[in-house]
């Protein structure tokens, strides 16, 4: 037997990605010379903790493909294969079959066939093989009546009740990552828990915790604190990335560590550990999930430079050495020596301080710049989370080149910042949201779309006013399953200091925003989350892109596993004027020649609409940027119409 090209899985050997309780297809090729039939297996079972092989049965699709599916019981590491052998009695009941179609005379066939019978019985229990020793007997008579019984169902039955596999193949194993849905869908808010304390007033964790209700409200499933520890005063950045700071300035959380203490630490002007625990509790009782920023970067102040100076990098004169992407220097920053003499004890200790955080009821990590440590670090960190931790979810925020991006992807983190944010045309946008939903990429790699960041306001975000936000949103929320806005998104601010950086940057210094102020799109916002709430073709990974005859209007097209539910989704690119275009709807979507029409239900107007052949007419403008319709799924009629073939 031959085994091959068992998939899913990703090049390199790394794990494809799952969730776990949800049906995923496992395909193989199994290879037999001449008209030998075949049979086979998938074999699986958790790696760690090691558990016994369980089996799901192949089914052949045709072509010498098979298919089984597996629905991952719990989140953690799997690893399955594919053991195939030849079905020796099947092939020779196959054979005389149609020689019997030309002759009669088959005697040698038929010792034969008692023969195979013979040793199927020799292992098998005592009752098949009394079975199995007559049906020898039977057959070695000769004749009609032994022909008969050597193409009967029964004995058909019988014959393979105990499946030989002495002469079976088993392939290499693949390796499956499941994880909880939340790594594959979910709506993220980021804020700052330091701003919530009022104008020119320090927030604390329960300053923030008085936020929750109202982020709920909008719909969201996570909340994102950037780093909440004690903020190094050396080097420490003023107002605007200022390189000096003015006394008050209160620093980058991302310089994590003073006396106050590290990276297992809270800033005591937000509170205490105690304070901290409340906010969690608050949290879950609006229904979110905390995300922590985890930053292996320290301030010049950090306790760990004192206490294991051979975890930091130094200059031949002793100096530590400040973080740098030249011509920028950050000395509020000093790097880790990654692959120094004492690293065992340093991974260990970054691995150990997440998992406090862990158990203070963190269940998700936004990892800061990961392409900027080594790759086996963090295959070695992701992996360990998934052994002893596998209900967290880590999101990779690397905006980087693209392999680097996807190699971290491979090692283990569930989601990943993309390209999103700058893609804008048409065209350009398809092909990026195309190239990270469909396989491979989609086996190793999701995408989570963030209209905007701390460190990234968007050119578009600039000029094009609420309706440029409103368009963004409408591409973030309703084209992926998964994706986040920063705090003040929805109040539309874009101010800009240079390029890309907000003005007066809340990563420098504390900002206030009033509960109301004119022209905010809350109400925008709570809509796409509540059809993401309603809708799980939303949720899902599942998306067809569909051609528009408007170079400023994208649609597509979503649907859940089981097909049931199914979206329709067409968004204006263009912040200043309206467009009409034509959308061309896909084969699926449409009934069957002399059924009736498939109706839409318009989600954002409530009319309904029925679908016909042809094209589908689109009017948006910058008020109105996105529509999407319910479609109800087209009947089912086998014998007409192979539904979603």
């Known amino acids: 037997m031959v085994v091959e090209r068992l998939l899913p899985q990703v090049e390199g050997g790394f794990p494809v990605h799952r969730v776990a309780g949800v049906p995923t297809q496992l395909d193989a090729i199994l290879l037999k010379e001449g008209h030998v039939l075949v049979a086979g297996v998938v074999r699986w079972r958790p790696v760690s903790p090691e558990g016994p092989w369980q089996e799901l049965p192949l089914s052949s699709l045709g072509n010498d493909r ?124 980021e804020f700052f828990p330091r701003s919530t304390g009022g104008p020119d007033q320090h927030g604390t964790f329960a300053t923030a915790a008085a936020l929750l209700p109202e982020i709920a409200a909008m719909g969201f499933d996570v909340v994102y604190l950037p780093p909440i520890h004690p903020i190094g005063r050396t080097g420490r950045k003023g107002r605007n990335n200022s390189p000096h700071a003015a006394p008050g300035d209160v620093g980058s959380p991302w310089a994590i560590g003073a006396e106050e203490g590290g990276h297992d630490a809270v800033h005591p002007q937000l509170g205490t550990l105690g304070d901290f625990a409340a906010f969690v509790a608050a949290a879950r009782k609006s229904g979110l999930e905390i995300a922590l920023d985890l930053t292996f970067q320290c301030s010049p102040d950090h306790p760990w430079i004192r206490t294991h100076p051979a975890w930091f990098q130094h200059r031949p004169d002793g100096t530590l050495k400040t973080a740098e992407n030249p011509p920028k220097r950050y000395d509020d920053v000093v790097n880790f020596d ?200 939303l949720r899902s990974r599942n998306i067809q892109f569909l051609d528009t005859d408007s170079p400023f209007l994208l649609a597509w097209w979503r649907w859940d596993d089981a097909r049931r539910d199914q979206v329709l989704v067409a968004v204006s690119l263009d912040p200043y004027a309206p467009h009409s275009a034509h959308v061309t709807l896909p084969a699926e979507l449409l009934p069957p020649a002399g059924r009736r029409p498939v109706e839409a239900v318009d989600l954002m107007g409530g009319r309904r609409h029925l679908l016909t052949p042809g094209a589908l007419d689109v009017s948006l403008s910058p008020e109105s940027p996105v529509a999407a319709w319910a479609v109800t799924p087209p009947p089912r009629d086998e014998h007409a119409y192979e539904y979603f073939a």
């Open 66 to 189: 098979w298919r089984a599916e597996f629905i991952p019981p719990a989140p953690g590491l799997y690893e399955w294969t594919v053991e195939a052998w030849p079905r020796r009695f099947a092939t020779w009941q196959d054979e005389l079959r149609r020689k019997r179609t030309v002759t009669s005379a088959l005697s040698g066939e038929l010792g034969e066939g008692a023969t195979l019978l013979e040793e199927i019985a020799a292992r098998a229990d005592a009752s098949l093989a009394a079975r199995l020793a007559e049906h020898a007997r039977v057959l070695r008579q000769g004749g009609e009546p032994a022909l008969d019984r050597a193409l009967s169902p029964g004995l058909a039955s019988d014959a393979e009740a105990t499946p030989d596999r002495h002469l079976s193949s088993t392939a290499r194993p693949v390796r499956l990552l499941a994880s909880r849905p939340r790594a594959e869908e979910g709506a993220w808010y």
């Open 338 to 537: 990654w692959l120094g003499p004492d690293r065992a004890a340093l991974w260990d200790a970054l691995y150990e301080v997440t998992c406090t955080w862990v158990d203070r009821g963190v269940s998700l990590f936004r990892v800061d710049n990961p392409h900027t440590k080594p790759l086996p670090f963090w295959e070695w960190f992701l992996a360990r989370f998934q052994r002893e931790h596998p209900e967290v979810v880590f999101l990779s925020e690397a905006f980087t080149r693209p392999e680097i991006m996807y190699g971290l992807a491979r090692r283990g983190f569930h989601q990943s910042y993309t390209y999103f944010t700058w893609r804008t045309g048409r065209d350009e946008l398809r092909a990026y949201l195309e190239e990270i939903s469909r396989p491979p990429v989609s086996d190793f790699f999701c995408g989570n779309l963030w209209p905007n960041t701390p460190d990234i306001l968007p050119e578009h975000l600039q000029r094009g006013g609420p309706a440029a936000f409103r368009q963004r949103l409408a591409l973030a929320a309703l084209a992926s399953p998964v994706y986040g806005i920063y705090a003040g998104y929805e109040l539309c601010e874009a101010r800009a200091l240079h390029g890309e950086e907000y003005l007066d940057s809340e990563k420098y210094q504390l900002v206030h925003r009033p509960n109301e102020r004119p022209g905010h799109i809350r109400h925008f916002v709570a809509r796409l989350n509540a059809l993401r709430r309603t809708h799980p073709a």
